[in-house]
């Protein structure tokens, strides 16, 4: 079996690492590269960056974020918001970015996913998700942020991601995001038994064994959390300690 993966997540809004709850009461929590540098003596696996208000605000990605993080950084670099062409896609690459993550503008351009894949490889091009719950066993997407409600079926939208050739998806449930209760089993499972490719648990860690829960009780391939992180609650390294504990595969 494939290790799976933990994976640090920064906000990023002007500049800083930010978290809310639910897509609410923004906090600012620090300074991304130094927050990146950190997560990397910890072990993760990879780390993620998302400009959380770039689409909302029409603005490209933080090329230079990217940039010094890369420098510093010596694990997958995973950036998102703000990307809406192949260019941006290039460019990102370019600053020293190892995929990017397309939400939005992939709901609104699947093509984006398809040509990506087809001029960096798939590996490079993983799909975010903001889904909410309708009623049980059915999921809403969202896009710019949590903010808009495309009254896209969650199922028949990751069975199409699969098929424009995306690497991995990175599924954030809105119900769950911040609220620290646990990730969001039900949409995890339905998700990971809806596609083949990798699939990223965020939204909702808020203890310890939440991370190894996510991954026996779906197939997830990797946990994704915040809060937990950035407040040094947990490290990295505690999290894939208990992991391994329960037999779960991981790089320590």
Not at 93 to 98: N, Y
């Amino acid at each position: 079996m494939l290790a799976k993966r933990i994976i640090p997540c920064l906000d990023v809004r002007d500049g800083k690492v930010v978290k809310g709850v639910n897509f609410e009461g923004i906090k600012e929590v620090g300074d991304p590269v130094e927050c990146a540098y950190e997560y990397n003596l910890q072990g993760a696996d990879e780390i993620v960056f998302y400009d959380i208000t770039a689409s909302h605000e029409g603005r490209g990605v933080m090329l230079d974020v990217v940039r010094k993080t890369a420098k510093k950084v010596f694990v997958p670099l995973t950036v998102g918001g703000g990307i809406k062409t192949v260019d941006d896609i290039r460019d990102t690459l370019r600053a020293g970015a190892d995929k990017v993550s397309v939400n939005s503008q992939a709901v609104q351009n699947p093509q984006l996913i398809k040509d990506g894949a087809d001029i960096f490889g798939s590996q490079c091009i993983c799909v975010g998700i903001d889904a909410k719950k309708v009623s049980d066993g059915k999921w809403t997407v969202y896009i710019n942020g949590g903010r808009i409600d495309m009254k896209l079926d969650l199922i028949d939208w990751v069975k199409r991601i699969e098929q424009l050739c995306a690497g991995e998806i990175c599924l954030n449930s809105i119900d769950t995001d911040g609220v620290r209760e646990g990730f969001d089993i039900p949409m995890l499972k339905a998700v990971c038994g809806a596609v083949k490719i990798p699939v990223i648990a965020s939204g909702g860690a808020g203890k310890l064994s939440d991370f190894a829960d996510a991954f026996l009780e779906t197939d997830c391939s990797a946990a994704l959390a915040a809060s937990l992180f950035h407040f040094k609650e947990l490290t990295v390294g505690q999290v894939k300690e208990d992991c391994r504990s329960k037999g779960i595969p991981v790089r320590i």
